[in-house]
């Protein structure tokens, strides 16, 4: 009994040991990722967004930044794979993302460069799918490249679809760079209105619930809400669903309300976690009018 109750303690210390080991190894991989995606620029007023991971780390990121001339650029990626495997998967993107848009340089040209970066770095069978979006509102221009991403959403005041993006393009880091063609969507907006953009992850969850599958149920939740609540009430009921079946891929989602006038007023909610294990979620809103 002596022997087999210090056999017992001698495992349960290197047990301990190990998971001390991995969350200090997990808060620097955090740290860095936090640092290289510059996490600040999405505590602006201007974004609302949210990320909730389907375990300790993402293989979901948003990023935003300005151009010098002020056109907002925003992107929404999902690696493959979960959890440690998926944030190195994205983690190169943000440097890219950053740094072309710090030069002005346009959205479909970044995504080039990402997959190149893509191709050059990761492992074969290693792709991203990826939305980035351009918003001009001094020209009220707005420009979309979605790859691989669901469907990118554009909504009125009253929670109505009036444009739909899907896919025009694969995931990043498929094509060999020969090949790699851009396909560009673009409108202007004279109305207010809202952009919805997602990883497939929101969706999926959503998927099984009744007939109308994910799309659908996204679409049902944002009408006849105000602007200003959609994207805290689709969190909520993603969190809902999730307590009652457990979720196995990264969520992120976003909004961008688009105004009429030059200074659009944006909302952000608080970026937040789940202690469940089986979170998700990235979602952006913007809006226009």
């Known amino acids: 009994m002596i022997l087999m109750r210090r056999e017992i303690e001698e495992n349960t210390r290197v047990l301990q040991n190990y998971r001390d080991t991995n969350e200090d190894e997990l808060r620097v991989v955090k740290h860095l990722m936090a640092r290289m995606c510059h996490e600040d620029n999405l505590s602006d007023s201007k974004l609302e967004h949210w990320i909730l991971p389907a375990s300790n780390l993402s293989g979901d990121l948003v990023a935003a930044a300005r151009t010098p001339d002020g056109v907002l650029h925003a992107i929404v990626a999902d690696g493959t794979a979960h959890g440690l495997a998926a944030a190195l998967n994205v983690l190169p993107i943000a440097p890219v993302f950053y740094a072309m848009t710090e030069k002005g340089l346009k959205i479909e040209l970044i995504a080039a460069a990402i997959n190149r970066t893509i191709k050059q770095q990761f492992p074969a069978g290693r792709f991203v799918a990826a939305t980035l979006v351009s918003v001009d509102y001094a020209t009220r221009r707005v420009r979309i490249w979605n790859g691989g991403n669901p469907p990118l959403l554009v909504f009125d005041p009253a929670g109505k679809v009036i444009k739909r993006y899907p896919p025009a393009n694969l995931a990043l880091g498929i094509l060999p760079q020969a090949a790699f ?15 919805f953009c997602c990883s497939d992850g929101v969706f999926e969850v959503l998927d099984d619930i009744g007939e109308q599958g994910g799309e659908a149920s996204v679409v049902s939740q944002m009408q006849d809400v105000p602007p200003q609540m959609r994207l805290k009430l689709l969190r909520n009921r993603l969190l809902a669903r999730n307590a009652e079946k457990a979720t196995h891929d990264d969520m992120a989602g976003a909004v961008d309300r688009l ?22 979620a990235l979602s952006v809103f913007c809006t226009c009018g």
């Open 259 to 280: 105004r009429a006038s030059a200074d659009p007023s944006w909302i952000r909610f608080p970026l937040r976690s789940s202690a469940s294990p089986a979170t998700f």
């Open 181 to 195: 063609v851009p396909n560009i969507d673009e409108f202007r907006y004279a109305e207010p209105c809202q952009m």
